[in-house]
């Protein structure tokens, strides 16, 4: 208690305090969705301070009123609090009591740790006084408001209004603001989501003080009070954690020493990106056993811009992003990559082909569908997704034509050439196979895909995608062919879950052997989509094929992604040079 009074002296008589410690903070990458909404943040835990003079003024007020309504009278302490500290102490033999100001919760923030003890409790109050003398009461405030736990994860006003509220802090009523400033006595106890009754409660004390210090009047506290604000459950950007995880490597390498804060300007769709996570966590929802089922969705636009990137349910539980990192047997969602090759040296959707035993290399394959069909089209047979013909196509036109196809039109992982790889046993990441897809889409040109349009430094511009001009790598009529084949997959193929009446839409089921691995890839004009759902340990999912969750997943998806882009046909391209592959990556070889 000595150090306390001794503390308390010298700052009243104008005595030299400790010089305050720098204060520190890590700069953050904050990560927009194409229409500048927040898409998630990166980096430190703590934003910058809160600029108080774009709050509107019950949002302060609600705070400094339940945590230190002399604040804006005080010199960094409250003598009427020390003193009930100092009494409450005396007898317990420690600093049981803090009364701590506004201020001296940002000391302690700021430079100290949470102990409880006399001697830290001197420090803290040296330090608050030392701020006062450094700084504004607005500039202390906003500090204070940056750097509070709001519980959730979320650390600042500003993150902890987006989190429970789905909107900037300068858009919080005079009800919201008193939640969020109840929150700060128990992070855990008051929390809106965990314990919405008390929260509401703590709410209603905290509009009463309002009151008391005249911040709203009685009228406004009854209409406030009245007011049941709604509560996000999840975090609003949730699903778009994936997304975020996945550009935000790129950042780091192309920023490899974060000094000062970012903003990224992303390609992300927001509406879209929800209704992928909302798909997602409904057809994973549908198993009894979510342990280890996940579920993952990727949208490319024709010129390569990710709209949405989904890789998993849970992001909270299951970070793992399975959308861009995992690899999978693509299944016959492989197809369109054979059959294509065949139209390219000569084939025709009519062309005839015959459902019927076959044997390459000591390997036969056989269909989904026990038996044969005999005598068919090439059309009906990738529409039924017949593995014996796609088999003996692949084998014919050449296995590694097939994988230069699939190359040149944007498959990056290793490619295997053995007789199986025409049903899909090469293993793919959902990114990767949509990118393909999304050259069906856009009128045969390679896309890359990629989400990040620009960086900049507050006004200063660091990096800023410059525009790619088309490059041509499906010329017509193969590629029309394949789309007119392909939208009979969904007309009256193993697709046909998947169709939405009104648009030109085509697309390919794929599904592995012992069900490991469930696909639909499918796209309208200069959009494209892939679904895929598995097992993380592998397992089989109990004869969930293509064709029908994932299928239905992707319709979902689309209904709302077909709203957010213009309605146009699939374009069939136009005869153009054919660009070879890339000559820096390989083709596996065959096994000997």
Not at 50 to 69: G, M, N, S, T
Not at 208 to 223: K, L, S, Y
Not at 573 to 579: K, Y
Request: charged share 20%; proline share 7%.
């Amino acid at each position: 208690m000595i150090a306390l009074a001794a503390v308390l002296q010298l700052s009243t008589q104008g005595f030299e305090l400790p010089r305050l410690p720098t204060i520190q903070r890590e700069p953050q990458i904050t990560y927009v969705d194409r229409t500048g909404g927040l898409a998630g943040v990166r980096g430190g835990r703590y934003a910058p301070p809160v600029d108080i003079a774009k709050l509107p003024k019950h949002v302060p007020a609600a705070f400094v009123a339940i945590e230190d309504r002399r604040f804006y009278e005080h010199n960094g302490y409250d003598p009427r609090g020390i003193a009930r500290a100092v009494v409450t102490g005396i007898g317990a033999g420690r600093a049981t009591q803090g009364a701590s100001t506004i201020t001296q919760q940002l000391a302690r923030n700021l430079f100290l740790s949470q102990e409880r003890t006399l001697e830290r409790k001197a420090t803290e109050l040296a330090y608050a006084v030392q701020i006062e003398r450094s700084y504004s009461k607005s500039q202390i405030l906003g500090l204070y408001l940056s750097r509070v736990y709001f519980g959730s994860g979320a650390y600042g006003l500003e993150a902890a209004s987006q989190r429970f509220f789905d909107k900037p802090a300068a858009k919080l009523t005079i009800k919201e603001a008193a939640m969020l400033a109840g929150v700060l006595k128990s992070p855990t106890g008051y929390n809106p989501v965990e314990q919405p009754e008390r929260c509401l409660e703590r709410a209603g004390l905290v509009l009463n003080a309002m009151v008391e210090v005249g911040a709203i009047t009685p009228d406004q506290r009854a209409r406030a009070a009245g007011q049941t604000p709604k509560v996000l459950k999840t975090a609003p950007t949730g699903p778009a954690q994936y997304f975020v995880d996945w550009v935000d490597g790129q950042v780091r390498q192309m920023v490899p020493k974060l000094t000062r804060d970012l903003t990224v300007e992303t390609t992300l769709d927001p509406v879209m990106e929800t209704s992928a996570g909302s798909a997602a966590k409904a057809a994973v929802g549908r198993f009894k056993d979510q342990t280890s089922q996940q579920a993952a969705l990727v949208a490319v636009d024709g010129q390569g811009r990710v709209r949405a990137l989904v890789g998993g349910s849970n992001h909270a539980a299951a970070p793992y992003n399975r959308a861009v990192t995992a690899r999978r047997q693509a299944g016959s969602a492989w197809k369109p990559f054979v059959y294509l090759t065949a139209l390219e040296v000569g084939q025709t959707p009519e062309s005839p082909v015959t459902d019927e035993a076959v044997t390459i290399a000591n390997w036969s394959p056989q269909n989904y569908e026990p038996g044969y069909l005999g005598p068919m089209t090439l059309e009906t047979a990738l529409a039924k997704s017949v593995n014996t013909v796609a088999a003996r196509l692949a084998d014919e036109v050449g296995r590694p034509n097939v994988a230069a196809t699939a190359r040149r039109v944007g498959i990056v992982s290793t490619i295997n050439t053995d007789p199986a790889m025409a049903l899909g046993t090469t293993l793919v990441s959902p990114l990767e196979l949509t990118q393909a897809y999304a050259a069906f889409a856009n009128g045969g040109n390679r896309v890359q895909a990629y989400g990040i349009e620009r960086i900049r430094s507050g006004a200063q511009v660091i990096y800023r995608r410059a525009p790619a001009a088309p490059v041509p790598v499906i010329a017509n009529p193969p590629l029309g062919d394949l789309n007119r084949m392909l939208r009979t997959v969904m007309v009256s193929g193993t697709g046909t879950r998947a169709a939405i009446p009104g648009y030109d839409l085509a697309g390919k089921t794929g599904t592995t052997s012992d069900y490991k691995d469930a696909w639909f890839c499918g796209y309208t004009g200069n959009l494209a989509s892939c679904v895929w759902m598995g097992r993380d340990d592998g397992r089989s999912m109990g004869r969930v094929s293509g064709g029908t969750i994932p299928a239905e997943m992707w319709k979902s998806f689309m209904i709302t992604a077909l709203k957010r882009t213009p309605k146009v046909v699939i374009p069939a391209g136009t005869p153009a040079p054919v660009v070879a592959p890339p000559t820096d990556v390989t083709v596996e070889p065959p096994p000997v």
